[in-house]
């Protein structure tokens, strides 16, 4: 499957500005039968960006507007729904990797829902308990759905750090490591075994014999991103953008003695198959920082407070926020998943890093299908590990919209971690050196 980024970022930034207008769904339903078709397409051109090839190109916070844009859209015309919307279901939206086996998920490893604020938890609360009310009310034995009752009003949440890495399911059988599988579409992946055999913090035997599956997510370490940095540059080739991208591409080397130079470590937090008490066995795999038996009270107090994020950064991995999940299981058992996302979990992203620097430049730049795009250089500045000192302006509209300036002062930050992105100008940080940019007089460089 291959993927214009140019098209797709255009189609993007084209649907935004769309969305941004809170009467589009006045549009007549023609219109609007147009709109989710290209949303649907780019939704998935997305995906398999994020999932497959794992180079993002927007932020999960603008992936989220484009998916609700979708959600209002099936929600106010029910009768245009199609069955492969990403709101229906993930299967068969991406292409697997040809180079390694592919292989099924016994269960399907579904994607979490984002939320990015306490009233968005607080509406994931509620929708929640709304659903377990309902479903108790539909219970005849008494003692049954009096001790469901009673869980409801007293949820406790287990909350842990969320790694910004690559999803792995382990297959242990008769206690030995078997399988190893990406994520994938979520429902069939590649197999990856022998690469992952090389993680030398990722135990190969368990003492349960029984069939056992966990989730877990593989990660290249900060230290060990920047030292191999060192040596790529080193030997001109192009560094790591981020750890995730570099542990993502290292696990799909096919040759295995390169992957046991790349020092990937792997972190298990979950059960698919088999009791959660076998977690105690991959607890020296577990980030040790996680809150158990927090209310929902305490959830909001914690993503309130700055040392939360603070200190999570500090790791030597990257974590991008939280997960919180329902500790009981029989309440998580009872609230079940959608084809989309689990219910029983839910995860809290923190706010993208940004920085401030300033225009020096402008001038365009000639793109792979020959489109013309104007692109500022900027005062070079670190932006999560990068140096960022090019930042494209995607088209006089762009421009327009942000009111950008020559000279101007911008905040910046890194669409999914990877491609910079000028979110906004400070102009209160203006002078008498800004000037108004002519697009259409930026001279072509060929």
């Known amino acids: 499957m291959s993927i214009d980024t140019d098209i797709i970022l255009q ?38 960006l994020y999932y497959i090839d794992n180079t993002p190109l927007i932020t999960d916070t603008e992936y989220d507007w484009l998916f609700d844009g979708l959600k209002k859209i099936e929600n106010h015309y029910p009768d245009i729904i199609r069955d ?26 579904l994607s979490l829902q984002n939320t990015y604020n306490s009233e968005e938890i607080i509406d994931w609360y509620e ?38 890495g690559l999803a792995i399911v382990l297959t242990y059988n008769k206690g030995k490591l078997m399988k190893a599988v990406t994520r994938g579409d979520g429902y069939t992946g590649d197999d990856v075994t022998e690469n992952v055999k090389t993680i030398k913090n990722l135990s190969k035997i368990v003492t349960d014999k029984n069939t056992v599956i966990v989730r877990g997510e593989i990660m290249m370490p900060k230290s060990v991103r920047k030292s191999l940095n060192i040596i790529r540059q080193d030997n001109g080739e192009e560094p790591f953008s981020n750890t995730r991208n570099a542990a993502a591409g ?37 980030w040790p920082q996680q809150w158990d038996t927090c209310t929902i009270d305490d959830i909001i ?6 040392s939360t ?27 079940w998943s959608t084809n989309h996302h689990p219910r029983r979990a839910i995860a809290y992203k923190f706010p993208a890093q940004q920085i401030a620097t300033q225009i020096e430049s402008i001038e365009r730049q ?81």
């Open 366 to 446: 000639v793109w792979r299908t020959g489109i013309l795009t104007p692109v500022a250089n900027l005062t070079p500045t670190e932006l999560s590990g990068v140096t960022i000192s090019r930042v494209s302006l995607h088209n006089r509209d762009f421009i327009t919209q942000k009111d950008i300036q020559l000279h101007d002062r911008v905040r910046l930050q890194r669409s999914g971690e990877v491609i910079p992105y000028i979110v906004g100008v400070i102009t209160n940080r203006r002078s008498n050196t800004q000037r108004k940019i002519d697009a259409d007089t930026i001279v072509c460089p060929a």
């Open 301 to 306: 107090s914690l993503i309130n407070t700055t």
């Open 309 to 335: 994020k603070e200190d999570l950064l500090k790791a030597d991995i990257d974590f991008d926020g939280l997960v919180i999940k329902i500790a009981d299981p029989e309440i998580r058992a009872l609230l």
């Open 127 to 164: 929708s929640i308990t709304n659903m377990l009310n309902k479903k108790i009310s539909e219970i005849g034995n008494e003692e049954e759905k009096n001790n469901l009752i009673y869980k409801t009003q007293n949820l406790s949440f287990l909350i842990q750090p969320k790694y910004d």
């Open 250 to 286: 290292s696990l799909k080397l096919l040759d295995t003695n390169e992957v046991a130079k790349r020092w990937l470590v792997c972190y298990i937090y979950d059960v698919v198959q088999w009791d959660s008490k076998i977690l105690q066995e991959f607890s020296q795999f577990q």
């Open 11 to 48: 189609e993007t930034q084209s649907l935004q500005r769309i969305l941004s207008d809170q009467n589009f769904l006045q549009s007549s339903k023609k219109q609007i039968e147009d709109i989710y078709d290209r949303l649907i397409t780019t939704l998935i051109d997305h995906n398999h």
């Open 84 to 109: 492969d919307s990403p709101s229906q279901t993930i299967i068969g939206q991406y292409d697997i990797q040809t180079n390694f086996e592919k292989s099924d998920h016994t269960t399907p490893i």
